[in-house]
DNA sequence: ACGCCCGCCTGTAAGC
DNA sequence: TGCTTACAGGCGGGCG
């Protein structure tokens, strides 16, 4: 369930371990994980001998510019993984779908039990040199930079639940369910809050909330979980799960106010909240 | 316009 | 012990 701050931790490290090398092979295994695509042979065609020429994000893609002018984007889904290995001799871990070998030696490898993950390459398109295929992504709380009343405006143009709408990923682009959940705690607003019912104090938690506890999370590279898969280019998990405040807390009890955090499925989905510190 | 369900997937763990 | 069921949940699509 890598979310932005995860994602986030994986191009800081593609930024210093790919940029400038090139490709000279690309493996895939089926056609699960590069599913845009026509066929095998049309994505490694569009790879190999390309130069990786930086490394992007929007929400939770990961963009690696090519020269040129095509880009790699890549969607960790729920479970996927890239990690660098340092040539064949590796053992390749169950569920490698996509393999990709630099000239100058190294791999990189994206491992997905289960294939929500994605791969494709395409091409920037239009003067504004966009991702067509990301074009309804919503603003990057980290990379787009705006004003909170700003943030206000737009979040009480919304008659959405505030979990709801930090979640949809045409409103604000990154946001999952667990950092969904951090987000509120850290603003003291329940998940169910209406998203025009905010007063202008209340916007401002939100937004102060939402930018620190992304930064934090990054700080700390991003949240592994006990059944979760992530971590990072080398294989490492993160550590920003110790600093959660709600999230997969159910009964144990609050850091601010001790009472037991609870616990409330909605739509097939567990939210974490305080009932005490979040109104 | 929004809420909610489904289908896509596999690994893990709890329940019978 | 071994099978079945629930759960984890991002995302697009469909329906009310």
């Not at 593609?14 to 699960?32: F, N, P, Q, S, T």
């Not at 630099?102 to 994605?118: H, S």
């Not at 106010?257 to 739509?267: E, K, L």
Request: aromatic share 6%; charged share 30%; with cysteine.
């Amino acid at each position: 369930m890598p979310e932005l701050p995860e994602v986030e931790v994986v191009r800081r490290d593609l930024e210093r371990e790919i940029v400038g090398k090139r490709v000279k092979a690309v493996d895939a295994d089926g056609m699960r994980s590069i599913r845009r695509h026509h066929n095998r042979k049309q994505f490694a065609n569009r790879l190999v001998g390309k130069k990786i020429t930086g490394i992007e994000r929007r929400g939770k893609y990961i963009l690696a510019r090519l020269d040129g002018g095509d880009v790699l984007v890549i969607h960790l889904g729920m479970s996927g993984q890239l990690i660098r290995a340092k040539g064949t001799r590796e053992t390749t871990a169950k569920h490698t779908h996509v393999v990709i070998t630099f000239t100058q030696g190294g791999q990189l490898r994206f491992i997905d039990p289960r294939t929500f993950g994605e791969m494709f390459v395409t091409e920037l398109d239009g003067v504004e040199k966009e991702v067509a295929e990301l074009s309804h992504l919503g603003i990057d709380p980290l990379e787009d930079a705006m004003s909170w009343d700003n943030f206000g405006r737009l979040v009480a143009s919304k008659h959405m639940k505030l979990k709801s709408l930090l979640m949809d990923q045409k409103f604000l682009a990154g946001i999952g369910n667990i950092y969904s959940d951090e987000i509120l705690f850290g603003a003291g607003l329940r998940w169910d809050r209406m998203s025009d019912s905010l007063s202008g104090e209340e916007i401002r938690r939100l937004y102060r909330s939402m930018v620190e506890t992304l930064q934090e999370a990054v700080k700390h590279r991003g949240s592994s979980l006990a059944d979760e898969q992530y971590v990072d280019l080398n294989g490492k998990p993160g550590e920003y799960q110790l600093h959660h405040k709600v999230y997969a807390r159910e009964g144990e009890s609050c850091r601010r106010c001790r009472q037991p955090i609870v616990r409330q499925r909605i739509g097939g989905r567990s939210t974490f909240f305080c009932e005490a510190c979040q109104v």
